[in-house]
C-alpha cells in the first residue's frame, strides 16, 4: 500500500502565468535562479582573485622596499660621485682656459718688480684682476710701466691707490687679456 501524500498548491498555475504577477513570479523562479548562481559565482571569483592580487601587492611593496634601500645605501656614492663629476667639469673649464691662464700667470711673474708682491690675483678668459703691494714708488712706477708695455694685456687700468707707511702702495689693476679668440 502506497501512501500518497496530498499536495497543496496555493498558486493556481493555470491562473498564474496569465496574470502580470504570475510571470514575474514564474521568471523569478526560473530565471531569477539563474541569475543568482551567476552572481554568486562572480563573487566567489572576486573572492579568490583578492588573495592573488593581495599577494602581488605585497610582493610589490617588498620590491619597492628592497629597491628604497638600495637608492638609500648608494645616496652617499652619488653624492661623492656628482661633487667629483663637478670638479672634473671645473677642470675641464680650467684646462681649456690654461693657455691664457699660464700666459697672464707667467707675464705678471716677470713683470713683479723684487720689492713688489701680490696680495690676490683673479684670473679669468678676458681679464686679469690683482691687488698689489710695492714697497717703495720705484716699485709701483715699474710695475705700472711693465703692465702697460705687456704684449699680454690690451688695456691696463690702475684703480684704489692707497699709501700706508707700514705696509706700502697698494693698488688694485685690471689688464684685458689677449688670448685665443673664441670660435676659432
Known amino acids: 500500500m502506497t501512501t500518497v501524500l496530498p499536495s497543496v498548491n496555493l498558486i493556481g498555475e493555470e491562473e498564474m502565468e496569465h496574470t502580470p504577477v504570475g ?8 530565471y531569477g535562479r539563474y541569475i543568482m548562481i551567476g552572481t554568486e ?22 620590491e619597492v622596499s628592497q629597491k628604497q634601500a638600495i637608492i638609500d645605501a648608494n645616496r652617499d656614492f652619488e653624492t661623492q660621485f656628482r661633487t667629483l663629476q663637478d670638479k672634473l667639469t671645473k677642470t675641464q673649464t680650467l684646462l681649456t682656459a690654461a693657455p691664457v691662464t699660464n700666459n697672464a700667470l707667467s707675464a705678471i711673474e716677470t713683470m713683479l718688480p ?3 708682491r701680490l696680495e690676490t690675483l683673479k684670473i679669468s678668459e678676458d681679464s686679469v684682476v690683482g ?13 705700472v710701466a711693465n703692465l702697460q ?18 705696509t706700502g702702495i697698494q693698488f ?9 679668440k673664441k670660435g676659432n
Open 23 to 30: 510571470r514575474i513570479v514564474t521568471w523569478a523562479v526560473t
Open 41 to 62: 559565482i562572480i563573487v566567489l571569483l572576486a573572492f579568490i582573485s583578492r588573495f592573488s592580487l593581495d599577494r602581488k601587492l605585497t610582493d610589490l611593496n617588498d
Open 114 to 116: 723684487v720689492d713688489t
Open 131 to 143: 691687488d698689489v703691494v710695492a714697497n717703495t714708488t720705484a716699485g709701483f712706477a715699474q710695475l
Open 149 to 166: 708695455a705687456s704684449s699680454i694685456f690690451s688695456q691696463v687700468e690702475i684703480g684704489d691707490v692707497n699709501r700706508s707707511p707700514t
Open 172 to 180: 688694485t689693476f685690471t689688464g684685458a687679456v689677449f688670448g685665443p
